[in-house]
């Protein structure tokens, strides 16, 4: 007869290597490997173009795909030796107001100077992500290095129509079409590799004729005519006084 002590002694011992197993095919599944997520769809959209304050409001919805049966975890601890296996997305210098919203299991979010990263885990499966932000623009013209970490299975940007022209490295223009009644231009490109740059352009950017007019003028120049302008003006009160006196 086994006792009570011995079936104690054999249930712990189970229990010890059940809990081994199982934190052994825990880890089996997951990984490091970023090169297994995919961006299956990258939809930007310029929702607005302030002309006076000269801002562009930008929205753009990101679809993620985990196409292995592993969870794929962030490494930020050997960046150098790893190389950079985090979540990661692009965005024009002095970004501003950034808001993310995801269906991602639950995360930080690290802001970069060009982009930002997430610290999500991403397990097997279909995930989005959207992030909207402000940019401001200081001419008709401007540049935004867009950068594909992760690649893009395609790529669409839709513009307001008047508010500009894009253009871009395998991006050409699609259609003119109607969102709630407001018309906008549409842009599409395709199949672009880890590491990608798409360099998006936008050229004729309506601009303030106020903000045209200052930062054109040259404040040495303007310092220079104020000091003459004084001059003038001392010059012209002490000639009336003196003429004042000498009648």
Known sequence: MISNKSRLFSITIFALFSLLFNSNQIEAQNTTEINNIVISEYNMSVLSVNQNDQILSIITAVKIKNQTKETFTPNFT????????FLRFSLPKGYEDLYVETDLPEGNLIELEEGFALTSDIPSGN??????YNILYKS????FPLHFPHGANSFKIIIPEGAGNISGEKIIFSQN??????????????NYLQGDYLNLEINNLPTSFYKKITSSLNYKIINLVIVILMINIIIVFFLVRFFKQRK
């Open 140 to 143: 008709s013209y401007f540049i």
């Open 127 to 132: 995930y989005n992500l959207i992030f909207n």
């Open 177 to 190: 079409i109607n969102i709630s009644s407001n018309k906008f231009n549409e842009y599409l490109g395709e």
């Open 78 to 85: 050997n960046v150098e030796s790893t190389g950079m296996n």
